[in-house]
C-alpha cells in the first residue's frame, strides 16, 4: 500500500512546515534529529511524496521544487531499525555534503547517506528522486567501509553498474504494486545487488590506489578484504541448499586459504560456521512466513536450505528466534509475527 504526501491541498504558508512533518514521517529515524528545510525561493513551496514497503525495504519517491535539507545534530546509531538510504537521481540534481566530502548526483546516478551523521541536502532545481531504504544489517558491510562508500556517486560506467542502478531505479517506481511475498524476495535481491555494487566499487578504489590515481582515503588492502568478504558471503547465499557448503568449499570457490576464510568473518566477530547457519535460518524464517494454504512442510523447507537433522534445525531455530519453527509459521500467518 503507497501514502501519498502532497502540499497541493496545504496552505501556501504552512507548506514547508507539513513537508517537514513529511519527511519525519516518511523516514522515520529522522523524527528524533533536528532537521532544518528551506527554499531558495518566496515563491510557495511545490512537493509530493509517495512512500510504500517492500518487505524489510522503504521505498519513497520525492517531486519538488528547488530545496535545502540539513540535519545539523547525529542521529542514533547502532539500533535494529538502522537505515541507509541509496539515492537514485531521476530528475534534475543534488548536492549531498557529508563526512568532509561532497557528491554531485545527476540522472542515472547513485550514491548513499548515512541518516546517523550530519548531512546537507541541496536540490537546486526542481527534482524527481528515489530513495531505497535498506536496513544496515541486510548489506553485511562494515561500519568504516560504509563510511568510505558514503555521498560517492556511482554512475552506470560498468558492465555489474549498468545493470544494477536502472534494476534499482525500475524496483523504485513499482515497488508498491508488488505482492508482500514477492516484495520480500525482491527486498533481499536489491540488498544484495547493491552490496556487489559496493563491492565493485571497493575494488576499484584498490586498482587506483596501486596506480596512484585514487583518493588516497582508506587503505587498498582495507577495500580488498571487504570486496572479497561481500563476495564469499554472495556465494554462500547462492549455495544454502548444499549440506556441504563449508569454510573450506568458500576457501576452493575463491581460491584461498580456509585460515583467509576464517579471517574474513572474523572482522565481524562471528565464524564462517556461523554465518551460514544464520543466513539458513533467515531464509527458513522467510518461507515460513510466507501466507497460502500450500505451503510446503517444516523439514521440506529446512532441507530446501541445507539442514539434514530435524532436531538441530528446531533447536538452532528456537534459539535464534525464542519459537520453534511451527509456532513460528503459525503466529506469522495470524499477522503477527514475533
Not at 287 to 312: D, Q, Y
Amino acid at each position: 500500500m503507497s501514502i501519498v504526501l502532497s502540499t497541493a491541498s496545504v496552505p501556501a504558508r504552512e507548506r514547508l512546515a507539513y513537508w517537514h512533518e513529511a519527511i519525519s514521517q516518511t523516514y522515520d529515524q529522522l523524527a528524533s534529529v533536528q532537521l532544518d528545510v528551506s527554499t531558495p525561493t518566496d515563491a510557495p513551496y511545490r512537493g509530493t511524496l509517495t512512500a510504500g514497503r517492500l518487505g524489510s525495504v522503504r521505498v519513497a519517491t520525492t517531486d519538488s521544487d528547488p530545496l535545502q535539507v540539513r540535519q545539523t545534530t547525529r542521529g542514533v546509531a547502532g539500533t535494529e531499525d538502522e537505515y541507509l538510504n541509496v539515492c537514485l537521481q531521476d530528475r534534475g540534481h543534488l548536492v549531498i555534503d557529508q563526512n568532509d566530502s561532497q557528491a554531485i548526483l545527476r540522472p542515472g546516478t547513485l550514491t548513499i547517506f548515512d541518516t546517523t551523521r550530519p548531512y546537507t541536502v541541496t536540490y537546486p532545481a526542481a527534482f524527481r528522486m528515489h530513495v531505497i531504504q535498506i536496513p544496515r544489517w541486510m548489506l553485511g558491510v562494515r561500519e568504516a567501509d560504509l563510511r568510505r562508500i558514503t555521498a560517492v556517486p556511482i554512475d552506470a560506467d560498468t558492465e555489474t553498474a549498468s545493470l544494477i542502478i536502472p534494476f534499482l531505479s525500475q524496483l523504485a517506481t513499482q515497488a508498491r504494486s508488488r505482492p508482500p511475498h514477492i516484495g520480500d524476495l525482491l527486498a533481499r535481491n536489491a540488498a544484495d545487488l547493491l552490496a556487489t555494487l559496493i563491492a565493485e566499487r571497493l575494488d576499484r578504489d584498490v586498482a587506483d590506489i596501486s596506480t596512484g590515481t585514487g583518493t588516497g582515503t582508506g587503505t587498498g588492502t582495507d577495500a580488498a578484504r571487504t570486496a572479497l568478504r561481500l563476495r564469499v558471503k554472495a556465494f554462500v547465499d547462492r549455495h544454502l541448499a548444499d549440506p556441504g557448503l563449508s569454510p573450506q568449499t568458500m576457501a576452493a570457490a575463491h581460491h584461498i586459504s580456509v585460515r583467509h576464510v576464517h579471517r574474513l568473518f572474523q572482522d565481524e566477530g562471528t565464524t564462517a560456521g556461523r554465518w551460514i547457519q544464520h543466513r539458513r535460518l533467515e531464509a527458513c524464517r522467510r518461507e515460513l512466513g510466507r501466507p497460502g494454504r500450500n505451503v510446503p512442510a517444516v523439514m521440506a523447507i529446512a532441507h530446501r536450505f541445507g539442514f539434514t537433522s530435524p532436531s538441530h534445525f528446531s533447536r538452532a531455530f528456537r534459539a535464534a528466534y525464542g519459537a520453534s519453527p511451527r509456532e513460528w509459521r503459525a503466529t506469522a500467518h495470524l499477522g503477527s509475527p514475533a
